[in-house]
């Protein structure tokens, strides 16, 4: 029997090269995705394709409210910045301790499954300057989250957060999921799509992923609305 | 100008206390709630007194569904354990990564409003053996925070995660709250509360309340509807 593992799904390119390798990895995977007042729903849309399309055992969707609090691009009324990618600081489109909450409740759903492994698909190279997307920070977390649970208490294995992007760049993750069967067309990673879901190819997640199959030599199967 | 703080307020006896203190210790207390599938909405009216009581700036109630995933007797269809406080093991009554869930959304709160300090009443001596209320478990999520956010990356001063309840007695807890004038007649700490918010009595949190009010000679105010 494949042992449980969840995986934090957003519908993007990372997040499902994350769940192919879970699965590669041999384990029944847990889908869990975030309805948190973020402009585009139609990311919710692609996590259930890839989620189907990886065979999860089951994909849950969590509505939580991260517009209660507000204080990003993605979450409340300012403007999606397209210019190019400024790494110089961090950008608006930065959701204060978003991983934390998605983590959180990755945790809880871990130990209700009595599962002791939860996938996420950050990664600290090719990433727009996320102070939550840190070797660092997930090293910290993980510390937090083996006291956290009943077996912090109780004994048994301690949780495992995997991060298996973490030091890849985006062409090497492109690579990786094309090699591990990945439909990227069913993917979206764009910060401000149409509401036909294509991707407007000028915000920092798009010129990334551009650049990244660009990288790689591998025709890029986005539908970019914003490019002609 | 105070310095601003959230404060975690469930609406029980510990969190009334603790935004006592934040107040007596100069802080501007931003309060927040959680609904999040208790049998006992009832805790969510007892915070709005508490917090109007307290002086709070606001009180920010967000909605997260934990009956998502269940794994709990006040999350899921169990029944509360009435028989006695029984350490040996941790309780039905536990919630699965409540407080790091909690803890999470106070975390991104706090980015938003530029406050570096979160309080939360846990407190690991009259508690029921629940992982997430130890040190060490808040230790390390002090750790994990101040890698979580801007200030981890830009500097600033660090999240600093107050509990200043951690190693009291619920009697010294008692005796503190009434010194700073908070009127526990409002608070409600009983796991299966009648409709009309009267408290079971019998319950582990109303078995601990009881006993502290007993061992600090102080009167309780409580209304336990299931005590004749």
């Not at 889908?31 to 399309?53: I, T």
């Not at 509505?63 to 400024?86: E, M």
């Not at 048994?156 to 591990?180: F, M, N, W």
């Amino acid at each position: 029997m494949s042992a449980d593992a969840v995986v934090l799904l957003s519908g993007g390119l990372d997040s499902a090269t994350v769940a192919a390798i879970a699965r590669r990895d041999g384990f029944a995977v847990h889908a869990v995705s975030f309805r948190y007042g973020q402009r585009h729903a139609v990311e919710l849309d692609a996590a259930a394709k890839v989620a189907s399309a990886v065979g999860a055992v089951e994909h849950r969707i969590v509505d939580i409210d991260l517009r209660a609090f507000g204080g990003s691009a993605l979450t409340a009324d300012i403007d999606v910045p397209k210019a190019g990618v400024d790494t110089s600081s961090i950008p608006v489109t930065y959701v204060p301790a978003r991983n934390t909450i998605f983590l959180s409740f990755a945790l809880a759903f871990a130990e209700v499954l009595g599962s002791d492994d939860i996938f996420i698909g950050v990664n600290a190279l090719d990433y727009s300057g996320y102070p939550d997307c840190r070797p660092e920070y997930l090293a910290a977390y993980q510390a937090m989250a083996r006291l956290a649970t009943k077996a912090g208490v109780e004994g048994g294995r301690p949780v495992q957060i995997h991060a298996p992007l973490i030091d890849r760049r985006k062409s090497e993750i492109v690579r990786l999921g094309v090699d591990l069967g990945v439909d990227y067309a069913i993917t979206i990673s764009c910060y401000d799509p149409s509401d036909d879901g294509g991707a407007c190819g000028e915000c920092d997640s798009c010129r990334l992923r551009r650049q990244g199959f660009a990288d790689a030599g591998i025709s890029d199967p986005t539908h970019y609305a914003g490019i002609r």
